[in-house]
Each structure stands twice: as structure tokens, then as C-alpha cells.
């Protein structure tokens, strides 16, 4: 992710990363089921019990790891709505709905208002506007 990024695609690579790991645990609890059956290692064992601690711990750091992300991702797209609301409310002079306000987002149209503004009505005005 680089800070450039927009936050739908760091989002989306976070997604993948999850599930790559998410993958890579499957597999932990494949080989540990898989070592059951070898001698020594079956259930009680030292090493049993230690694979099923370390993927359990794995197992709960991942799940907690996606909540903060889903917290601060929701987190971010209030924020950003704010953010849109009060540009909206700076160019126009009027309060939108939300709906409004979420396909902006959703188009792009937000990331261009002040720019529209600016070309509609001449930068001084706009200026003039948030002054």
C-alpha cells in the first residue's frame, strides 16, 4: 500500500492479505491434524498441544486484526461522508441526503466538486465562498 493509494485499494489489498493468511492457517490445521497420526504426536502430546496453541493464537490475533480493520475502515468512510457533506454544503449552500452524498463517493463526483465549483463560478467566488 503506498500513501497515494486510494482507500477502496487499500482496502482490497488488505482483503486479499487476509485471506492469503487466513489460507495459511487452514493449512497449519491440515498439517496438524495430518501429525495426529504420527507416533508421538498424537493428541495429549508436547507437540500436539503446542501446534493447537500456536494456531489458536494465530487464529485470534488474525480475528482481531479484522476488527480493528473493519473499525477503522468504517471509521474512515464516516469521516470521508463528513468531509463530502461540508464540501457539498460549501459549494451549494444546501444540506444533500445521504443517499446523495454516498454516490458521490461512490462515483467519484466528491473527489471533483471544488473543481466543478471553481470552473462554474470562478475561483474568487468559490474562495470568497469558504472564507
Known amino acids: 500500500m503506498s500513501p497515494g493509494e486510494p482507500p477502496q485499494a487499500a482496502a482490497n489489498e488488505v ?11 487452514q493449512q497449519l490445521d491440515d498439517m496438524n ?8 504426536q498424537g493428541m495429549g502430546s508436547t507437540s500436539e498441544r503446542t501446534r493447537t496453541s500456536v494456531t489458536a493464537g494465530l487464529k485470534k490475533k488474525l480475528k482481531d ?4 480493520f473493519t473499525e477503522l475502515r468504517a471509521r474512515i468512510q464516516s469521516e470521508n461522508r463528513q468531509v463530502v457533506q461540508r464540501r457539498v454544503y460549501t459549494v451549494t449552500g444546501q444540506q ?27 475561483r474568487g467566488r468559490v474562495l470568497d465562498t469558504l472564507a
Open 96 to 122: 444533500v441526503p445521504e443517499e446523495d452524498i454516498d454516490r458521490m463517493i461512490e462515483t467519484g463526483e466528491s473527489e471533483t466538486i471544488f473543481q466543478k465549483a471553481i470552473l462554474e463560478q470562478g
Open 33 to 40: 491434524a495430518a501429525a495426529l497420526r504420527k507416533k508421538g
Open 15 to 25: 482483503n486479499v492479505l487476509a485471506h492469503r493468511i487466513k489460507n495459511e492457517i
Open 65 to 68: 486484526l479484522m476488527g480493528d
